[in-house]
């Protein structure tokens, strides 16, 4: 079955380490999406890519960042600059950029040690 | 800017009651609506969706319908199950921008 594959399921940070949330698809889509969400709050964009070898920052991408070597591959790296970083995280893809519904992972939960 | 504001959560009922989660909108042109559910400790599932005013969205019982004089669009059902309890959000979409504004999530909680 075609689908968005997020791992690890729970990841534990201690305080100043980079650590990578992985984000793998099968559906042949070319846009993939970063989400960070937070208890009582929606879904805020933290990054986006609609091609291989392209990103954009979306609405709150300082302490992140995102390569796109691949095309079913959109890996996340929470940076120690992100003072805040526990939250859940969920990736997204879509067919292309603007293309509706997206598909979404199961996420990773991030927590700090 | 473009905004979705979703009723507070958690709703709980009991099974088999009626369900609104309302959902409003401010947005400066033509957007797309879209409500999504959350099961507990998966993703999100789009559950339904409409695309202009007037348009009537439905799903698994589910309905919402877009609503331009009130800039709403909110979710109903009939009877709820158990098995309807998770996570509901509101999110409206420009085609092209290509970017999702989520309200901040409804939790729904239905006792048997």
């Known amino acids: 079955d075609g689908g968005i594959t997020q791992s690890p399921k729970y990841l534990f940070r201690k305080e100043g380490q980079n650590v990578t949330l992985s984000c793998e698809q099968n559906?042949?889509?070319?846009?993939m999406y970063w989400y960070r969400q937070d208890p009582g709050q929606g879904l805020r964009l933290i990054y986006y890519?609609?091609?291989?070898?392209?990103?954009q920052k979306g609405d709150i991408a300082e302490g992140y960042s995102v390569s796109r070597e691949k095309k079913e591959s959109f890996p996340l790296t929470v940076t120690s600059a992100q003072k805040n970083p526990t939250a859940f995280y969920l990736c997204?893809?879509?067919?292309?950029?603007?293309?509706?519904?997206?598909?979404f992972g199961d996420g990773t939960r991030l927590s700090i040690l | 800017g473009d905004s979705v504001t979703q009723m507070e959560g958690p709703v709980t009922l009991s099974e088999e009651a009626f369900l609104t989660i309302n959902c409003t909108y401010t947005?400066?042109?033509?957007?797309?609506l879209f409500w999504y559910v959350q099961y507990p400790g998966e993703g999100l599932q789009l559950l339904l969706k409409?695309?202009?005013?007037?348009d009537k969205g439905s799903n698994k019982g589910f309905e919402a319908t877009y609503r331009k004089e009130t800039t709403s669009f909110h979710l109903e059902k009939g009877s709820v199950q158990v098995s309807d309890s998770a996570v509901y959000f509101c999110?409206?979409?420009?085609?092209?921008?290509?970017?999702?504004?989520f309200g901040q999530g409804t939790e729904l909680s239905v006792k048997p």
């Open positions: 997204a893809s879509t067919a292309t950029r603007g293309a509706q519904p997206q598909h």
């Open positions: 559906l042949n889509h070319d846009a």
């Open positions: 890519s609609q091609i291989v070898n392209d990103f």
């Open positions: 947005a400066t042109g033509y957007p797309s």
């Open positions: 409409a695309t202009k005013a007037d």
């Open positions: 999110a409206l979409f420009y085609n092209q921008g290509g970017k999702l504004i």
